[in-house]
């Protein structure tokens, strides 16, 4: 099953849109089978879960951080992951600045917009993104290379429709200041529910979980 849903969404999306399988709770013969269907890149919400399926896929795909960062995480985090999609505070982008340095490597990340202005969720408020941005973008081992939105959890998929437009606004706000170590090259937006609404306000990174492996389920 997880077979021939890659490939018909591989083949739905338009070229240029990246596909992140989403893993939360999946196991790690699940995520190869995805992987072996033609996935390229695995997004994981906990540092070990991802350690756990890293062991057993390696390098076969580029690993994304699509869950919420502690920044008492970041050391084991960097190993681990090709890029951070959930960087939203000066704190947490210090602590993978310091973990990368020790390591010796540049860290791409993306950072997190809480487009839906929602205090219990992650992400910088719309309003404070440029500044947080102006003000990470200095540190040596991390490369700014987009933005990422959640979006409410709707049930009508174009429900998501504007808050995927105001963190596309963001986007091309951001890249019309041409920050120095700041490439907006890539926006991560829209879900298994949502990610055709997101594809059309600008998306080029999809983040599909159900539509991929079905409904989740928990141990």
Not at 97 to 111: S, V, W, Y
Request: charged share 30%.
């Amino acid at each position: 099953m997880i077979k021939e849903n890659v490939e018909k969404i591989l083949n739905e999306l338009p070229d240029g849109v990246g596909l992140v399988a989403a893993a939360k709770t999946r196991t790690p013969e699940e995520i190869l089978e995805c992987v072996e269907a033609g996935v390229g890149i695995i997004g994981e919400n906990y540092v070990q879960e991802a350690e756990r399926a890293y062991s057993v896929i390696g390098d076969r795909a580029r690993w994304h951080m699509i869950g919420h960062l502690q920044s008492n995480k970041a050391k084991k985090a960097v190993k681990i992951f090709d890029m951070i999609e959930t960087v939203d505070s000066v704190k947490l982008a210090k602590a993978i600045d310091r973990a990368c340095e020790k390591i010796g490597r540049t860290m791409p990340i993306l950072i997190e917009i809480n487009s839906g202005e929602e205090p219990q969720k992650a992400g910088v408020m719309p309003e404070d993104a440029v500044g947080l941005v102006k003000e990470i973008s200095g540190l040596n081992n991390i490369e700014i290379l987009g933005l990422m939105t959640m979006g409410p959890f709707a049930g009508d998929p174009e429900e998501a429709r504007p808050y995927f437009q105001k963190t596309r606004a963001l986007f091309e706000e951001i890249k019309g200041l041409e920050l120095p170590r700041v490439e907006m090259k890539y926006l991560s937006m829209g879900m298994s529910n949502s990610y055709k609404v997101a594809i059309e306000e600008g998306a080029n990174l999809v983040r599909i979980g159900t539509k991929i492996f079905g409904e989740r389920h928990y141990d």
